[in-house]
């Protein structure tokens, strides 16, 4: 129990019963929840102690500050205080609450505080979103991701599994704009399956989100058709003898990735690489065909190291007969 409290010039000097000298407190108020957990739209309690004096509601006053000294036992609409003084109870707290707040214990012309801190938690906004959280693309065509932005960014970043992405390195394009930003892979490859992420951050904050990359391996679309599915030509005529095939793909071809093959017992034997005339491929045997050659012809087409055959056409090379071949050597003697 406390016999007798004596200033010593900014400090209590306190006599306790039983103890043959007295003590001296500095710090005799403290706040017992100085950096109090506040909810928005909920009361919120600061409560003070007083160690080694007694003291009563009139030495106890409660203040905002910083800025300003308010006086909080005048705002009872938004504050009430305990019957003890010790407890200053926030009815509803929100942002123009938060701040520091102190309870001033006055005794024997000595005061002492305690402090407190309050501030609601910083709410976690998002600062970005994606536009798909799931994409697909077509392997060697474009992926493009978008990641549309909530809140004010002002530094955003794009990595893909774990490798930061950079505008204009090899296939990589990113465009940041006021209200979005994208990241572009063109051509994609299936490597660059699985997660890519935008980060951002923001006023105090940071965010991000991730996308699924998910690939389809592109498929060669090749169609390759004779004109014809059998041709006869005879032997010794002026007029060439051309097979024609016509080639539809969307990759370009190199002037030897179609030829025009034998073909026999289902094997493809001696190629010949066809030419370009008239948007169709063609081999073309002369004037000095011999009926030998005749026989089953494919075109082939080599579209990244894969070759597509058409179907075979019969080419039959006729043999000149003989009153023709009379007439021609009896004009070559008459010469």
């Known amino acids: 129990a406390v016999v007798s409290t004596q200033s010593t010039g900014g400090e209590l000097e306190v006599q306790d019963e039983g103890e043959c000298c007295p003590t001296c407190l500095a710090d005799w108020v403290e706040a017992v929840n100085p950096k109090p957990d506040a909810v928005v739209k909920q009361p919120l309690e600061l409560t003070c102690k007083v160690n080694g004096v007694e003291v009563s509601k009139e030495n106890v006053k409660w203040f905002k ?34 701040g520091n707040f102190k309870c001033v214990v006055e005794k024997d012309g000595n005061t002492s505080e305690g402090v407190f801190e309050v501030a609601l938690p910083v709410e976690e906004k998002d600062l970005v979103e994606a536009k798909e959280d799931t994409v697909e693309f077509t392997e060697g065509e474009e992926l493009k991701l978008e990641c549309t932005k909530l809140e004010t960014v002002t530094e955003l970043w794009w990595t893909c599994n774990g490798k930061k992405m950079v505008n204009g390195k090899k296939n990589v394009q990113i465009k940041n704009k006021k209200g979005f930003s994208q990241l572009i ?12 992420t935008c980060h951002a951050k923001g006023l105090g904050t940071e965010d991000s989100v991730d996308f699924t990359v998910e690939g389809i391996e592109a498929v060669n679309e090749v169609t390759v058709t004779p004109q014809q599915t059998e041709l006869t030509c005879k032997q010794g005529e002026k007029k060439p003898c051309a097979m024609k095939f016509d080639v539809k793909t969307d990759e370009k071809l190199g002037k030897k990735d179609v030829k025009v093959c034998s073909f026999k017992k289902d094997k493809v034997g001696k190629c010949k690489v066809a030419k370009l005339k008239g948007g169709s491929y063609v081999r073309s045997w002369g004037k000095g065909r011999k009926p030998k050659v005749s026989g089953n012809y494919v075109a082939v ?10 179907d075979p056409v019969l080419l039959t090379v006729t043999a000149k007969d003989k009153k023709e071949k009379k007439e021609k050597k009896k004009n070559k003697d008459k010469d």
């Open 65 to 98: 500050f910083d800025p300003g000294m308010d006086d909080l036992s005048k705002a009872k609409r938004a504050y009430s205080i305990s019957d003890d003084g010790l407890t200053l109870t926030i009815k509803s707290m929100d942002a123009k609450k938060e």
């Open 185 to 196: 892979v063109n051509p994609a490859e299936m490597s660059d399956e699985g997660t890519c």
């Open 301 to 310: 087409v080599t579209v990244n190291g894969e070759q597509f055959v058409s």
